[in-house]
């Protein structure tokens, strides 16, 4: 048997489901280490098998998948869908060539493979597949842009990063990338298929970095493509959130405008569900973060959607697009450094004998500067700077006013005031 190895191929995303959406009843992360054609002879070719490294750990492969008493060491594809076999046998040399793993969705028990070639006792044919890095392989699949989607399982594209957010990183497919050229392509309205989850109109698409859009913008922030607004183009994705992800949230990306060809600067109004959360003026030819405010996000599936305001020929460039938990400001100074401090609202306080336990106290009162007795053991800050008993030189204020914190110790009748 002839095992060919594939070598100098380009890299997409690094989360890129393949296939059609299908019940995963069973997930395995494969490193490829061979694929064959078969026949092996100069006529067509009528299916192929992927060959799975031997496991090495209990870690994040934990060894062949076992079905029944099979255990699989091969995934095998036909070539009646011609753009299936095509798409995986691309992945699977991806994988190959830049070490990343494979996470095989396939259904348990399903052997009918074994006509044609893939045989029941060691090889199963997938229904759908994924790249993922070898460092990610513990995390599982998920997809849209739920947010905690891997841990409430609303998603069906993408990949869960380590804080268990879903990343859309489908910007980075079809890829712009052509052979060895340095200079990369760009396409309005790329297909919306299970690899890309977005919808783009006319006046959008995807665009490589150095490509005739982007030659004098930074490079993308993430892997090496964006997606772009024209005039009032438009770009959408679907979020589907369970009844645990519901609450508030916020919506980032970064965004830039165009540096080869501007009449005037594009606006961006972001929607869910044809509500508009705000509008973004990217200004410059570098990313910059932008988000919007907070906004309730109920169960179901919303509609997000991102649109071109400008009525010129102009162009806004966007990428890392994530929809994220809001989490309220710290509203007051202590918020995050102490729980329960005690509030005093007199400018001249005075503090009294603290004990000997710690202290936690805090005003919003505009204090001049304080004085405190008896701390030769025991240590006073306000808002985290350590001050001097004989007269403070007060830091700038925290959420509007000062925390004011004292060390355990002795004696029990240490005490500070202000003024």
Same mark, same amino acid.
């Given at each position: ?23 995963h009843a069973a997930d395995y992360n494969c490193l490829p280490i061979a694929v064959q054609e078969f026949p092996t002879t100069q006529f067509a070719k009528t ?46 040399q991806v994988a190959m060539n830049a070490g990343f793993m494979v996470r095989f969705s396939y259904t348990a028990g399903d052997t009918k493979g074994s006509s ?97 859009? *982007? ?5 993308? #922030?993430?892997? $090496?493509?964006?997606? %772009?607004?024209?005039? =009032?183009? /438009?770009? @959408? ?54 988000? *919007? ?5 109920? #169960?179901?599936? $919303?509609?997000?959607? %991102?649109?071109?305001? =400008?009525? /010129?020929? @102009? ?105």
């Open positions: 048997m002839i095992m060919k190895k594939i070598a100098n191929l380009m890299m997409p995303a690094l989360a890129t489901l393949v296939g059609l959406p299908a019940a299916y192929m098998k992927v060959r799975c490294s031997a496991p090495t750990d209990n870690g994040t492969r934990g060894g062949f998948p076992t079905d029944g008493t099979n255990s699989i060491e091969y995934f095998g594809v036909q070539t009646t869908d011609k753009s299936f076999y095509n798409r995986v046998f691309q992945v699977i044609w070639g893939c045989d029941s006792n060691n090889c199963r044919t997938p229904t759908s597949m994924a790249l993922v890095r070898q460092q990610d392989a513990h995390l599982p699949l998920c997809g849209g842009m739920g947010l905690n989607c891997c841990e409430n399982a609303a998603c069906t594209v993408g990949l869960c990063d380590a804080r268990n957010v879903c990343t859309t990183n489908t910007f980075e497919w079809p890829d712009m990338r052509k052979d060895n050229n340095p200079v990369e392509l760009y396409l309005y309205t790329p297909p919306t298929t299970g690899r890309q989850p977005w919808a783009f109109d006319t006046g959008s698409g995807i665009s490589g970095n150095q490509s005739g859009l *982007t030659d004098k913008n930074s490079n993308a #922030p993430d892997y $090496h493509q964006v997606a %772009f607004i024209q005039q =009032a183009g /438009s770009i @959408s994705i679907t979020a589907k959130f369970p009844t645990s992800a519901s609450g508030m949230y916020k919506i980032s990306a970064y965004a830039s405008q165009r540096g080869n060809y501007t009449q005037t600067d594009q606006t961006i109004d972001i929607s869910v569900d044809g509500q508009s959360k705000g509008n973004w003026h990217p200004t410059g030819t570098s990313y910059t973060l932008m988000t *919007t405010g907070q906004f309730t996000m109920t #169960p179901g599936n $919303h509609v997000i959607k %991102f649109t071109g305001l =400008a009525t /010129s020929d @102009s162009m806004a460039f966007l990428d890392k697009v994530r929809l994220e938990p809001y989490i309220a400001p710290a509203s007051n100074p202590c918020a995050g450094v102490c729980s329960n401090p005690t509030v005093f609202t007199d400018l001249h306080y005075q503090s009294g004998s603290l004990t000997t336990n710690a202290v936690c106290r805090e005003t919003t009162i505009n204090l001049a500067s304080g004085n405190c007795s008896n701390m030769s053991s025991r240590t006073l800050t306000v808002n985290g700077k350590a001050m001097n008993c004989a007269g403070w030189t007060l830091p700038a204020k925290v959420n509007g006013g000062y925390c004011i914190q004292v060390t355990a110790g002795t004696p029990d009748y240490a005490s500070f005031a202000t003024w």
